[in-house]
């Protein structure tokens, strides 16, 4: 017997492409790419494009960041908001008062 109202076929549950997915999805490459191994750079997806946020330690982490999402995604248009902070060595002494 079947039931008419049976819930395993709703419409309500994502599907393996919705954002939410696709875009832990792409914070997975980026974490276990070799090239990035990145964990602190947060991924959003709206429409057709990809948010990236977040901070690293050089430019050229920041690019290959951009590089390795868009291999992974080429249908996507990429938003890097991804800043670099300084991690300079401190030039003097901290005196604390």
């Keep these: 017997m079947t039931n008419s109202t049976d819930s395993t076929n709703s419409t309500d549950s994502p599907t ?17 790419d070799p090239r990035t191994a990145e964990l602190g750079v ?5 429409g057709d494009h990809v948010l990236l946020s977040g901070q690293v330690a050089c430019e050229e982490r920041r690019a290959e960041i951009q590089r390795v999402l868009h291999e992974a995604a080429p249908d996507l248009i990429v938003d890097n908001d991804v800043r670099v902070s300084c991690v300079d060595v401190p030039s003097g002494r901290e005196e604390l008062r």
């Excluded at 492409?17 to 832990?24: H, I, K, N």
């Design 16 to 32: 393996p492409d919705a954002p939410q997915y696709r875009a832990e999805r792409l914070r997975r490459v980026l974490a276990e």
């Design 42 to 46: 947060r991924v959003s997806l709206r």
